[in-house]
């Protein structure tokens, strides 16, 4: 693996009072991944990057870098780069002085220095701008420069905090894009910090939801997405409902879940006892509105359509349950689309036992 991180706590004494910013966290992340860590602002995404590279010493815990212990090893003994939000760039220098600043800094022999230098431009996309200044280039060619920069070393792994936060949602998206393809050209460990959950789910190979400090659920997009471990992540990740009910009763493997109104749920998952208060959470898009009862072997539960909105592709649909509880639905546009539920309507939603 390129990264251990075992049981690492983060303490900072604020105030006369002690702060855990990163409250034990433990993952591997193998050579040459995509990784991310997501979490909202504050949940010790940073500090924990920072102990990665050497800029913080962990309170406990053991930090491992290609095998080998570095958790009291400073940065500049480690084989990893960092790049952060603001870029940082040295304004007096052009894009060429810039990217070169670290290998003449050790003294690499001037013509080694002119071909990487060349071969990362090449990579970035920036060849035929050597002699511009950080001022002349906008955002993302700045954040490029300093991708360079970095790359240049290199490292063995890239830590990127936050890199495209500076940017505007379209360049961000380009830039996302972009960041992927430079992490497969140049085949070496990417760690991406991000509190933006669909730049994580675009360009990741796997993702760890950190939540106050810990991480709440370590897999790929797709099993984030379709199979939030916790109520936290479902709610982070993407849109979802979350129903609160108590078991009814269990049969053929499936809990049957009482929500305090007409209808049931099924869940399929996990042993359950009568009794149970347990919460489930589905997916806007996994659920069909229906005006008949749906037959038996989906979860269905009664409501009324408190809202109606045309998203193009497909309509937004507020549905009101019985205890007051608010569902969002989306249902697809289809070419020939004409059973539309209206505002009012009393209806059914369904949806499969597996998805919730
Ligand atoms: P994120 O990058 O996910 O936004 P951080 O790692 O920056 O989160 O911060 C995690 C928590 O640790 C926050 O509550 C922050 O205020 C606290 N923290 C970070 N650095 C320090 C510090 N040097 N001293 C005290 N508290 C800190
Ligand atoms: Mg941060």
Known sequence: ???????VVKEYLARGEVVQAVKGVTLTIAEGEFFSLLGPSGCGKTTTMRMVAGFEEPSRGTVRLHGRDVTNVPPDKRDVNMVFQSYALFPHMNVWENVAFGLKRKKVPAAEITR????????????GREKRRPREMSGGQQQRVALARALVNRPRALLLDEPLGALDLKLRQAMQIELKRIQREVGITFVYVTHDQSEALTMSDRIAVMNDGLVEQLAGPREIYERPA??????????????????????????????????????????HRAGDAIAVTVRPEKITISTEEPAGGVSAVRGTVSEVVYLGLYNSYAVSLADGAEVTVFQQNALDSTSTAERGDAVWLSWQPHHS
């Open 116 to 127: 990487r230098v060349g071969e990362m431009l090449e990579i970035v996309d920036l060849t």
């Open 230 to 271: 916790t109520a936290f992540v479902a709610g982070f990740i993407g849109t979802s409902n979350l129903l609160r009910g108590t078991v009814d009763r269990v049969e053929s493997g499936a809990a049957v879940l009482r929500l305090g109104q007409e209808g049931r749920v099924l869940v399929a998952e996990a042993p």
């Open 1 to 7: 693996p390129a990264i251990e991180l075992d049981g």
